[in-house]
């Protein structure tokens, strides 16, 4: 071999291994070499979505799949955005949101238990009530349109909408609908259909939207407040909507430990208007 060969795989060898270090820099640099480390760098829409078919097991019946998504997630964690003179700067990621949600009350013991919790926390909440409840305990759901909690429509008696009953199931939701006006002067905008069977139709005849859920403990089958407690921080991301039922003394138990323990991770809990209507 001549000089000049070997000198022809000289610089084809420098050349590679610039070529390398060049890729190793790019990589770097697009791994977050170059980046702040935020806080909360958020979640995919994904993540959020994935288990939103849940089962309202409130009614102690067979879960359904539900056919539609509830809930629209955003990622919102990167977003990058400039000011007036061109200044880049980050959105305050410090404050994740989150929705507690509770179902089949009002409850004359544990309601009351809870809604004593959210004040001395000053949080605020959603409730999905049944009518019939509504009805029997109007002093609850004035209580929680007082305190500023967000009151959601869980038909009258708990009626899961199958193939033949539409019409008796849209009559349940416009009765609770009625029952809650009555209490405190507000329609009930948003339906936490029982097993999560629905039909979009129902949203604009009776202008009415779904929420469904993105974190389901299953507090309806465990007595245990830590097991839900701990199942419930597993499973929480920012603007997760947590499903529990204010009918078990262990779900309002668990539902304030979550709410000190969320808190202290930064988290602000929201009516679930603030998330869907996002
Ligand atoms: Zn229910």
């Known amino acids: 071999m001549c000089l000049r060969g070997k000198r022809g795989y000289l610089i084809a060898g420098c050349l590679g291994i610039a070529m390398l270090c060049a890729v190793v820099v790019v990589k770097t640099r697009e791994a977050g070499g170059g980046m702040p480390i935020w806080g909360n760098t958020g979640r995919s829409t994904a993540d959020r979505e994935r288990g939103q078919e849940g089962n309202d097991g409130g009614g102690g019946g067979q879960a359904q799949n539900a056919g539609n998504v509830g809930v629209q997630g955003e990622d919102t964690g990167g977003m990058d955005s400039q000011d007036g003179d061109g200044t880049a700067y980050r959105e305050d990621m410090s404050i994740k949101k989150v929705a507690l949600t509770f179902d089949d009350g009002p409850h004359p ?101 779904q929420v469904l859920w993105n974190v389901d403990p299953l507090d309806w089958c465990c007595s245990d407040a830590g097991t839900v407690v701990s199942r419930v921080l597993e499973k929480t991301n920012e603007n997760s909507i947590i499903l529990l039922h204010d009918v078990y003394a262990s779900s309002v138990e668990a539902a304030l430990a979550i709410i000190d323990e969320l808190s202290a991770r930064g988290y602000e809990f929201v009516t679930v208007d603030e998330i869907i209507l996002d």
């Not at 909440?125 to 349109?145: C, H, K, N, R, W």
């Not at 909408?161 to 209490?183: C, M, S, W």
């Open 109 to 209: 013991r544990y309601t009351e238990q809870l809604l004593e919790g959210l004040r001395k926390r000053n949080v605020r909440v959603t409730f999905f009530v049944l009518g019939q409840s509504a009805e029997m305990y109007p002093d609850l759901i004035q209580e929680m349109a007082q305190d500023g909690h967000l009151i959601g429509n869980h038909t009258y008696s708990h009626i899961q909408l199958t193939r033949r009953n539409g019409q008796l199931f849209a009559e349940e939701l416009q009765k609770t609908d009625a029952v809650i006006y009555e209490i405190t002067g507000q329609h009930t905008e948003f339906v936490r259909p029982p097993y999560g069977a629905w039909d979009k139709r129902y949203e604009e005849s009776l202008n009415m939207i």
